[in-house]
């Protein structure tokens, strides 16, 4: 069983930075496709950045794009969100996603989930 742990978050000034890690035990994340989403309160999670499990190819929506860049470390079995210039509106729990699927950045694609790590990014 794949279980999935991020980490990483907390509190940040506007245009600051913030790298979140996606932690797998129990299988290689290698094989998967994995997804950062990320939920505010009172909206739905939200699809931001995707990794594919073959040549690691990459996909960003349009309002984290340039932004925030999606990595894999296959020695440690970790996923990465990079998260530079952050504004109030990136506010949210970040949740990091695997699927044995092509890699989307739609919430249905994924069948794993972590349980979120917060980011609060200040004015």
């Known amino acids: 069983q794949l279980q999935l742990v991020e980490s990483g978050g907390g509190l940040v000034q506007s245009g600051g930075s913030l790298k979140l890690s996606c932690a797998a035990s129990?299988?290689?994340?290698?094989?998967?496709?994995i997804g950062w989403f990320r939920q505010a309160p009172g909206t739905e999670r939200e699809g931001i950045s995707c990794?594919?499990?073959?040549?690691?190819?990459?996909s960003y929506a349009e309002s984290v794009k340039g932004r925030f860049t999606i990595s894999r470390d296959s020695t440690t079995n970790t996923v990465y969100l990079q998260m530079n210039s952050l504004k109030p509106e990136d506010t949210a729990v970040y949740y990091c996603?695997?699927?044995?699927?092509?890699?989307?950045?739609?919430?249905?694609?994924?069948?794993?989930w972590g349980q979120g790590t917060q980011v609060t990014v200040s004015s």
């Open positions: 996603a695997a699927a044995w699927a092509v890699a989307t950045l739609t919430r249905t694609t994924y069948d794993y």
């Open positions: 129990g299988l290689s994340l290698d094989t998967y496709a």
């Open positions: 990794i594919s499990n073959h040549r690691d190819e990459t």
